[in-house]
């Protein structure tokens, strides 16, 4: 049972909280106060590495008992202080659902997964399944029930992350990006639960980018984080006014609104253009199909082609395909019908290497890339494998560095910077390979509005690309630099098009789970003379 918490205490009272990790000379956080009421959704906001998720290490124990340094300050949890608890009755108290969900994920299958904290506790067998089950319905994830863990989308790990927390049963929930690897509408489904256990007496303390999706419910206060500080504290109103619009994403109008009240930016037009007429394509599937297992069949009937010239978003829902689309292109899947072409060769023919030097592969998850003791070595390692002339290393590794702002952290160990930063290393490692064509997989995920457009920007106009893939739930991402999207769904092809066609079609984004967002719809309002769609900035200059 849990001891009744008075109704003047707030569940999360934080005063004077400041630490260092051990290997860093200077603070992570410094001197954060702030109190969370029962029923309270508070969003923190703020540039990728400005503290965030040190802060709710801090929450959940985590730190000192895991992440050793110098902390200070108090934490008190329900009325407790917590700095003589041990790490399990923390748990209990706090759930936690990390922002990579591979490093959350221990079970085989599913059902095994949202069992795994509830057997921790002792509980009855019957009672662990009844919990369980009761989390998966809760979510409407009762179909992933028996499927095997890893063959899993990254939005349905996610999901299956959350379940196992909410089968505990905290009294505080700390979510750290919820929305990073989600469809759009499976993100607003994701934040209308949110917002009916805070509206059930739960506390929701929730780590996000996506400042513009969780708005939409209502968070009762915002908390912005810069460079280890408080910056702001308050109701949602008043955060457009004290933050800088560049380090998180705010609806488009309000970007619009401050635009024109500043000094215009240059604006940024891809080197990438569709060549016309085409040329040979670099990869063609011609219907190619797919299934991990016979009884799951994943792609069906897969033909397309990319061309020089191309920047493709591939967007659809959860589950959808799109990575197993996308690994069929780089070799890492062969098709169990059909095949796939790479420079009008078939991949069963190809090693991953051979692939490699035409399409370079950044993974949804940074976990599945990074090993090398730092940053430059990690960077390093595929243009040594590639056999690149020793001297140029060094430049190419500079110049992704420099492209990911991620200068002075080439001694660092990658494995130990934040998961935004982490995924920067990630993307780096494949700009310094030089490969023709670039391709990512969620490339936004944990990055803030400033280092998701800084490092686009710096992509597009990268010499040397001959076509770009990435795969997103960002429809914004979609809309301000690709020039052709393709819809996948269910395995299949949907659509496959011009932005504007494809995007502008409702109906059908609906069934695909895509939900427009702000600058979308005002693009679709306002057609232009440029011949594609506009950021925010670009909008406020051309009203």
């Not at 008075?6 to 004077?16: D, E, F, M, T, Y």
Request: with cysteine; proline share 7%; charged share 25%.
């Amino acid at each position: 049972m849990t001891t009744p918490v008075p109704a003047s205490v707030p569940l999360v009272n934080v005063a004077g909280l400041s630490f260092r990790y051990r290997d860093r000379d200077t603070l992570a956080i410094q001197d954060i106060s702030f109190e969370v009421p029962a029923g309270e959704v508070l969003l923190v906001a703020g540039a990728s590495g400005c503290g965030k998720t040190t802060l709710i290490r801090c929450l959940n124990g985590l730190i000192p008992r895991s992440y050793k340094g110098e902390l200070q300050g108090r934490i008190e949890l329900l009325g407790q202080d917590t700095a003589s608890m041990p790490l399990a009755r923390i748990s209990q108290m706090v759930g936690t659902v990390l922002q990579d969900p591979e490093r959350q994920i221990l079970g085989t299958r599913v059902l095994y997964e949202v069992a795994f904290g509830l057997e921790n506790l002792s509980l009855p067998r019957d009672e662990i399944r009844e919990r369980a089950e009761q989390a998966l319905a809760y979510l409407n994830i009762m179909d992933l029930r028996d499927r095997e863990t890893f063959h899993l989308s990254g939005g349905e790990k996610q999901k299956v992350a959350l379940a196992g927390v909410l089968a505990m049963r905290p009294r505080i929930l700390i979510l750290d990006e919820p929305l990073a690897s989600l469809d759009p509408a499976s993100a607003y489904e994701t934040l209308d639960f949110v917002r009916q256990l805070a509206d059930e007496g739960m506390t929701v303390i929730m780590i996000e980018h996506r400042v513009e999706d969780v708005l939409r419910i209502r968070p009762d206060r915002v908390l912005f984080m810069s460079e280890g500080r408080l910056r702001y504290l308050g109701v949602p109103e008043g955060m457009a006014g004290a933050i800088d619009t560049r380090e998180v994403k705010l609806p488009a109008s309000q970007i619009i609104a401050r635009a024109r009240t500043e000094p215009p930016e240059p604006t940024v037009v891809p080197l990438l253009q569709p060549e016309d007429p085409p040329s040979a394509p670099i990869v063609r599937f011609e219907h190619a199909s797919f299934g991990y297992e016979p009884s799951l069949p994943v792609l069906h009937d897969i033909s397309l082609d990319i061309h020089r010239g191309d920047i493709v978003a591939v967007l659809g829902p959860n589950g959808a395909g799109k990575t197993t689309l996308i690994k069929h292109a780089i070799g890492l899947l062969k098709p169990t019908e059909g095949r796939v072409l790479v420079d009008g060769r078939d991949t069963r023919q190809l090693s991953v290497a051979q692939v490699a030097a035409t399409l370079g592969y950044v993974f949804q998850s940074p976990s599945h890339m990074l090993f090398a003791p730092t940053v430059h070595d990690e960077l390093a390692f595929g243009p040594r494998n590639l056999h690149h002339d020793p001297a140029q290393i060094e430049k190419e590794v500079i110049h992704a560095l420099d492209v990911v702002n991620l200068r002075g952290m080439e001694n660092d160990p990658p494995l130990a910077l934040s998961f935004g930063q982490q995924k920067r290393v990630s993307i780096a490692a494949v700009l310094a390979m030089r490969s023709r064509v670039l391709v990512m997989d969620e490339p936004t995920a944990g990055q803030d509005y400033r280092n998701v457009l800084d490092f686009m920007d710096a992509i597009v106009q990268m010499p040397g690309f001959e076509a770009i893939l990435f795969i997103t739930h960002d429809v914004d991402l979609a809309v301000i630099y690709a020039n052709r999207v393709l819809l996948v769904s269910g395995g299949w092809l949907a659509a496959d098009g011009a932005p504007r066609a494809v995007l502008g079609d409702a109906e059908r984004l609906r069934r695909c789970r895509i939900v427009p967002t702000s600058l979308l719809e005002l693009n679709l309002q306002r057609p232009t003379s440029a011949g594609r769609f506009l950021r925010a900035e670009e909008l406020a200059r051309a009203a």
